[in-house]
């Protein structure tokens, strides 16, 4: 079985979750838009049924799926080892993976708390603000709340003794908070140690060094993580 993950090309954003999860467990994919461009993917979404509104969208051979929540919790139902056996951990799993992506949406709107459609140099002081308010709010609540998970936890991982897609997305998260604010998540870092140390676990796992040292993995830049040292402070 072979599946074509869709995604803007030159960037990791939310597909490089869906990535994570590929790489991770060994499952054959294709990345259409690395070899086809945004055209190939604007006619892919012509094509599909739904259609979806937006990457990523994964085409399985059978159906395409869009929304990156989706694609995972359907990856998991599909294939052993990304979240727990059962509906109870599958459940699990995407909430944790739920509110991982809220506070990705957060993180995007800091450099474009106004519209999507206008640049950041648009909206410098709107984003100062808002900025503030996530280095000194929301990033200690959403990361204070995965450091209360992981205490809570039977394991070193979001559910026991086994990572699950959850875990790979909040290492993704972390790792792209290091770049676009590496003044506040080293002061942050000190507050959630199990944190940062699944962000270490997930990037020490024998089945991602390869896609890590290729250039499969999409540098930051301008996507959703992006490093602004204007907006960034202890």
Partial sequence: ???????????????????????????????????????????????AEGPPLAPPFLDTGDSVIAQTAAILDWLARAHDGLAPPGEAGRSRALQHQLTILDALDEVHEVHHPIAGSLYYEDQKDEAARRAHFLRTERLPRFLGHFEAVLARSDGEWLLGDSWCHADLSLFQLVDGLLYAFPLRMTALAVNVPKVMALHGRVRALPALQAYFESGRRQPYGDGIFRHYPELDAV
Avoid: N
């Fill in 1 to 47: 079985m072979s599946y074509t993950l869709w995604y803007w090309p030159g960037i990791p954003g939310r597909g490089e979750f869906i990535r994570l999860a590929l790489e991770a467990s060994g499952i054959a994919y294709r990345d259409g838009a690395a070899e086809g461009g945004r055209d190939a993917i604007l006619e892919a979404l012509e094509a």
